[in-house]
Protein backbone atom coordinates (compact mmCIF):
# COMPACT_ATOMS: atom_id res chain seq x y z
CA UNK A 1 0.00 0.00 0.00
CA UNK A 2 2.76 2.84 0.72
CA UNK A 3 4.57 1.85 -2.60
CA UNK A 4 0.92 2.30 -4.23
CA UNK A 5 1.12 5.60 -2.57
CA UNK A 6 4.24 6.70 -3.39
CA UNK A 7 4.20 5.85 -6.88
CA UNK A 8 0.40 7.82 -7.30
CA UNK A 9 2.62 10.76 -5.55
CA UNK A 10 5.05 10.42 -8.40
CA UNK A 11 2.85 10.37 -10.90
CA UNK A 12 0.92 13.65 -9.70
CA UNK A 13 3.86 15.21 -9.04
CA UNK A 14 4.92 14.53 -12.51
CA UNK A 15 1.66 15.77 -13.97
CA UNK A 16 2.04 18.92 -11.70
CA UNK A 17 4.96 19.86 -13.08
CA UNK A 18 4.25 19.25 -16.75
CA UNK A 19 1.25 21.66 -16.14
CA UNK A 20 3.11 24.04 -13.90
CA UNK A 21 6.09 24.49 -16.93
CA UNK A 22 3.30 25.22 -19.38
CA UNK A 23 2.15 27.87 -17.08
CA UNK A 24 5.51 29.20 -16.39
CA UNK A 25 6.44 29.53 -20.07
CA UNK A 26 3.10 30.42 -21.82
CA UNK A 27 0.73 31.93 -19.04
CA UNK A 28 2.14 33.44 -15.99
CA UNK A 29 1.77 36.58 -16.67
CA UNK A 30 -1.91 36.09 -17.54
CA UNK A 31 -3.03 33.66 -14.61
CA UNK A 32 -2.15 32.21 -11.31
CA UNK A 33 -1.52 29.04 -11.80
CA UNK A 34 -4.29 27.22 -9.50
CA UNK A 35 -6.54 29.09 -11.62
CA UNK A 36 -4.80 28.13 -14.54
CA UNK A 37 -4.87 24.43 -13.67
CA UNK A 38 -8.38 23.92 -12.20
CA UNK A 39 -7.52 23.14 -8.87
CA UNK A 40 -9.89 24.77 -6.78
CA UNK A 41 -13.16 23.99 -5.25
CA UNK A 42 -16.26 23.30 -7.27
CA UNK A 43 -20.03 23.97 -6.56
CA UNK A 44 -22.04 21.17 -4.72
CA UNK A 45 -24.49 21.13 -7.33
CA UNK A 46 -21.00 20.20 -9.87
CA UNK A 47 -20.20 17.71 -7.62
CA UNK A 48 -23.76 16.39 -7.65
CA UNK A 49 -23.89 16.14 -11.57
CA UNK A 50 -20.39 14.26 -11.13
CA UNK A 51 -21.43 12.02 -8.77
CA UNK A 52 -24.87 11.26 -10.85
CA UNK A 53 -22.37 10.61 -14.21
CA UNK A 54 -19.95 7.89 -12.56
CA UNK A 55 -22.82 6.31 -11.36
CA UNK A 56 -23.86 6.27 -14.64
CA UNK A 57 -20.12 5.35 -16.67
CA UNK A 58 -18.99 2.90 -13.74
CA UNK A 59 -21.82 0.07 -15.50
CA UNK A 60 -20.55 1.04 -18.98
CA UNK A 61 -17.18 0.35 -17.71
CA UNK A 62 -17.70 -2.68 -16.21
CA UNK A 63 -19.62 -3.83 -19.49
CA UNK A 64 -16.72 -2.93 -21.82
CA UNK A 65 -14.58 -5.00 -19.82
CA UNK A 66 -16.30 -7.67 -20.09
CA UNK A 67 -16.06 -8.21 -23.43
CA UNK A 68 -13.95 -10.86 -24.81
CA UNK A 69 -10.12 -9.87 -24.59
CA UNK A 70 -10.69 -7.35 -22.75
CA UNK A 71 -11.92 -9.30 -19.49
CA UNK A 72 -8.89 -11.28 -19.58
CA UNK A 73 -6.41 -8.21 -19.49
CA UNK A 74 -8.48 -6.61 -16.85
CA UNK A 75 -8.14 -9.52 -14.91
CA UNK A 76 -4.12 -10.06 -15.33
CA UNK A 77 -1.85 -10.47 -12.04
CA UNK A 78 -0.53 -7.29 -12.29
CA UNK A 79 -3.98 -5.34 -12.62
CA UNK A 80 -6.03 -3.88 -9.66
CA UNK A 81 -8.47 -6.08 -10.37
CA UNK A 82 -6.66 -9.18 -10.79
CA UNK A 83 -5.11 -8.29 -7.06
CA UNK A 84 -8.52 -7.72 -5.57
CA UNK A 85 -9.10 -11.57 -7.25
CA UNK A 86 -5.90 -12.84 -5.08
CA UNK A 87 -6.41 -11.04 -1.92
CA UNK A 88 -10.09 -10.66 -1.52
CA UNK A 89 -11.91 -7.43 0.00
CA UNK A 90 -9.62 -6.81 2.62
CA UNK A 91 -9.16 -3.46 4.24
CA UNK A 92 -5.46 -3.00 2.50
CA UNK A 93 -7.10 -4.08 -0.24
CA UNK A 94 -9.81 -1.26 -0.51
CA UNK A 95 -7.05 1.39 0.19
CA UNK A 96 -5.21 0.08 -2.15
CA UNK A 97 -8.28 0.79 -4.75
CA UNK A 98 -9.34 3.85 -3.24
CA UNK A 99 -5.19 4.91 -3.69
CA UNK A 100 -5.17 3.98 -7.56
CA UNK A 101 -8.65 5.31 -8.13
CA UNK A 102 -8.52 8.36 -7.15
CA UNK A 103 -5.01 9.27 -6.78
CA UNK A 104 -2.57 7.20 -9.35
CA UNK A 105 -5.14 6.82 -12.44
CA UNK A 106 -7.83 9.65 -11.67
CA UNK A 107 -5.44 11.93 -10.20
CA UNK A 108 -2.46 12.08 -12.60
CA UNK A 109 -5.18 11.84 -15.68
CA UNK A 110 -7.38 14.77 -14.25
CA UNK A 111 -4.44 17.43 -14.41
CA UNK A 112 -3.02 16.38 -17.06
CA UNK A 113 -6.27 15.76 -19.63
CA UNK A 114 -8.88 18.08 -18.04
CA UNK A 115 -6.23 20.39 -15.92
CA UNK A 116 -3.69 21.54 -19.23
CA UNK A 117 -4.98 19.73 -22.19
CA UNK A 118 -9.05 20.26 -22.26
CA UNK A 119 -8.44 23.78 -21.09
CA UNK A 120 -5.55 25.04 -23.66
CA UNK A 121 -7.80 23.19 -26.52
CA UNK A 122 -11.11 25.01 -25.55
CA UNK A 123 -9.29 28.21 -24.99
CA UNK A 124 -7.70 28.55 -28.07
CA UNK A 125 -10.61 26.14 -30.60
CA UNK A 126 -14.11 27.24 -28.56
CA UNK A 127 -16.26 24.73 -26.53
CA UNK A 128 -17.27 22.49 -29.12
CA UNK A 129 -14.34 22.15 -31.20
CA UNK A 130 -11.83 21.82 -28.48
CA UNK A 131 -13.44 19.77 -26.09
CA UNK A 132 -13.91 17.30 -29.16
CA UNK A 133 -10.60 17.24 -29.88
CA UNK A 134 -9.60 16.60 -26.01
CA UNK A 135 -12.09 13.87 -25.80
CA UNK A 136 -10.75 12.31 -28.78
CA UNK A 137 -6.64 12.53 -27.33
CA UNK A 138 -7.94 11.18 -24.05
CA UNK A 139 -10.17 8.38 -25.65
CA UNK A 140 -6.61 7.18 -28.23
CA UNK A 141 -5.07 6.69 -25.09
CA UNK A 142 -6.53 3.76 -24.10
CA UNK A 143 -6.03 2.08 -26.96
CA UNK A 144 -2.67 1.51 -25.93
CA UNK A 145 -3.85 -1.32 -23.98
CA UNK A 146 -3.18 -3.03 -27.15
CA UNK A 147 0.84 -2.41 -26.80
CA UNK A 148 0.98 -3.13 -23.02
CA UNK A 149 2.17 -6.62 -21.76
CA UNK A 150 -0.39 -9.05 -21.15
CA UNK A 151 -2.82 -6.77 -23.40
CA UNK A 152 -5.46 -8.61 -25.95
CA UNK A 153 -4.02 -8.96 -29.85
CA UNK A 154 -5.89 -5.43 -31.54
CA UNK A 155 -9.70 -5.69 -32.73
CA UNK A 156 -11.51 -3.08 -34.44
CA UNK A 157 -14.87 -4.33 -31.94
CA UNK A 158 -12.93 -3.48 -28.60
CA UNK A 159 -10.80 -0.26 -29.96
CA UNK A 160 -15.05 1.03 -31.09
CA UNK A 161 -15.37 -0.13 -27.53
CA UNK A 162 -12.71 1.88 -25.84
CA UNK A 163 -12.76 5.00 -28.00
CA UNK A 164 -16.67 5.12 -27.37
CA UNK A 165 -16.58 5.03 -23.66
CA UNK A 166 -13.28 6.94 -23.45
CA UNK A 167 -14.60 9.48 -25.87
CA UNK A 168 -18.00 10.51 -24.14
CA UNK A 169 -16.30 9.96 -20.49
CA UNK A 170 -13.49 12.18 -21.54
CA UNK A 171 -16.53 14.78 -22.98
CA UNK A 172 -18.51 14.64 -20.44
CA UNK A 173 -16.06 15.30 -17.77
CA UNK A 174 -14.49 18.35 -19.26
CA UNK A 175 -18.16 19.49 -20.10
CA UNK A 176 -18.73 19.34 -16.28
CA UNK A 177 -15.57 21.29 -15.32
CA UNK A 178 -16.12 24.11 -17.95
CA UNK A 179 -19.91 24.29 -18.07
CA UNK A 180 -21.04 23.43 -14.35
CA UNK A 181 -17.61 24.14 -11.86
CA UNK A 182 -16.14 27.53 -13.64
CA UNK A 183 -13.12 25.45 -14.69
CA UNK A 184 -12.40 23.36 -11.66
CA UNK A 185 -11.57 19.82 -12.23
CA UNK A 186 -12.69 18.80 -8.86
CA UNK A 187 -15.97 17.42 -10.72
CA UNK A 188 -14.07 15.31 -12.86
CA UNK A 189 -11.76 13.91 -10.35
CA UNK A 190 -14.80 12.72 -8.55
CA UNK A 191 -16.64 11.26 -11.88
CA UNK A 192 -13.48 9.70 -13.16
CA UNK A 193 -11.97 8.38 -9.35
CA UNK A 194 -15.10 6.60 -8.13
CA UNK A 195 -16.04 5.33 -11.79
CA UNK A 196 -12.83 3.42 -11.53
CA UNK A 197 -13.63 2.50 -7.64
CA UNK A 198 -16.86 0.98 -8.29
CA UNK A 199 -15.36 -0.88 -11.49
CA UNK A 200 -12.21 -2.29 -9.94
CA UNK A 201 -13.23 -4.59 -7.28
CA UNK A 202 -16.92 -5.13 -9.59
CA UNK A 203 -14.79 -6.67 -12.40
CA UNK A 204 -12.87 -9.05 -9.81
CA UNK A 205 -16.14 -11.02 -8.63
CA UNK A 206 -18.39 -10.78 -11.88
Avoid: C
Avoid at 110 to 120: D, P, T
Amino acid sequence: MIQELMNAGIQIALALLVVFLVWLIFARKSSGFLKFAGLYGAPVKAMGIALIAALIFAPLTIAMFMLPGLADAAAGPDTVTGRVQALGMTPETIAIILIIAFLKTSGSEEILFRGLIAKRLIAWLGFGVGNTIHALIFASIHLLIFVAPGGPAFDPVLAAALIGVGFTGGWVMAWINEKRADGSIAPSWLMHGLTNAIAYPALAFL
